[in-house]
């Protein structure tokens, strides 16, 4: 089992920056060369879309189109942590933000977060005009 639990989402104004933290405990994995971690958001009456993920063992990342050269995801391996960095937000990134994870493969990163196993509760990012 993994748990998974995030942290720094706010109220932010436009054009401004947050950056998200997702800590997980439980089952090893940073070794693991078939663990993903992936940021979901979902906004009020919307479908969860995928965000970011990466894959620890080879360093992998995918974006979502909507975020590709504002958000940048890493992680920290001794502190068994991934982050998302949020630049040049948009009120169209309020929503609430999930740290999601699964353990399959060897290559490539799931955008669909049925593939995903382990979640987080989310934080909510706000983004004001």
């Known amino acids: 089992q993994v748990q998974l639990v995030e942290s720094g989402g706010g109220l932010v104004q436009t054009g401004g920056s947050l950056r998200l933290s997702c800590a997980a405990s439980?089952?090893?994995?940073?070794?693991?060369?078939?663990?993903?971690s992936g940021w979901f958001r979902q906004a009020p009456g919307k479908e969860r879309e995928f965000v970011a993920a990466?894959?620890?063992?080879?360093?992998?990342?995918d974006y979502a189109d909507s975020v590709k050269g504002r958000f940048t995801i890493s992680r920290d391996n001794a502190k068994n942590t991934v982050y998302l960095e949020m630049n040049s937000l948009k009120p169209e990134d309020t929503a609430v933000y999930y740290c999601?994870?699964?353990?399959?493969?060897?290559?490539?990163?799931?955008?669909?977060?049925?593939?995903?196993?382990?979640w987080g509760q989310g934080t909510q990012v706000t983004v004001s005009s």
């Open positions: 439980g089952r090893t994995f940073s070794s693991s060369y078939s663990y993903v």
């Open positions: 990466i894959r620890w063992s080879v360093g992998t990342i």
């Open positions: 999601a994870a699964y353990y399959r493969g060897i290559v490539g990163i799931a955008k669909n977060d049925r593939q995903y196993d382990y």
